[in-house]
């Protein structure tokens, strides 16, 4: 009888055991996986230096305004740029600075010479930039100094060739392409004003002939971002 007493004492121990880590085995949450955040691409920054290349044309029209007369003008260019952005937010503002070289030509027959011709050999521009920034990309609006030379002929007559300061304003689209680089395309309206001319371009002594020229460029460039 004692015997049978002992043995049945272990055995509610053992029984009681084993239902309090059952009890313990459910009251601990189930082990979960951790989850992994999803990957966020870095927002795109405009802030800082670019160096770059750009090539186009343009096409625009020249007024002789003591023959008188007005004819097209047109050719290509070719040349660099260098400018600094800082954005805020959204905004992108910023400085720019292009020289290219130019090949603008245009002649016209003249009641007063043999041939008008007008040509101008390189544009250089210094311009303020805004735009609004889409991530990778960026519309913008500039404008601002423009300087290049305005050269005026008549037949074998001297001519004269003066650089002028004049004004731009246009616009553009820049967008990040890889890396460190970023593509553009802009359009630009130049006004070079005008440059007095008279004998030297055919004109009678005492009659005034100013030489205006004005512009339509239209260029595409590759920008490194420092």
Do not use: H
């Not at 009681?16 to 955040?37: E, F, H, M």
């Not at 130019?102 to 040509?119: D, E, H, I, M």
């Amino acid at each position: 009888m004692k015997r049978v007493l002992l043995t049945s004492a272990g055995l509610l121990a053992l029984a009681g055991l084993i239902g309090t880590a059952s009890a313990a085995d459910l009251s601990r949450p189930p082990p979960y996986a951790p989850v992994k955040a999803p990957y966020a691409a870095p927002v795109y920054n405009w802030t800082g230096f670019y160096a770059g290349i750009n090539g186009g044309g343009a096409w625009g029209s020249s007024t002789w305004s003591g023959v008188p007369s007005t004819f097209d003008v047109n050719g290509g260019m070719v040349g660099g740029q260098l400018g600094y952005n800082w954005q805020f937010g959204q905004f992108v503002y910023g400085l720019e600075g292009d020289a290219d070289w130019a090949f603008l030509r245009g002649s016209t027959p003249g009641a007063l010479c043999v041939t008008c011709s007008t040509k101008s050999d390189f544009l250089a521009t210094l311009r303020g930039r805004a735009g609004v920034a889409f991530d990778r990309f960026m519309p913008y609006v500039t404008g601002g100094l423009a300087v290049g030379n305005i050269r005026a002929t008549a037949a074998a007559l001297t001519g004269v060739d003066v650089t002028n300061a004049g004004w731009t304003v246009g616009g553009g689209i820049e967008f990040a392409i890889a890396g460190p680089w970023t593509a553009k395309v802009e359009y630009l309206y130049v006004d070079l004003g005008n440059t007095a001319c008279g004998v030297a371009c055919g004109a009678p002594v005492g009659v005034a002939n100013n030489v205006s020229l004005t512009e339509n460029v239209v260029r595409a460039g590759i920008n490194y971002r420092f």
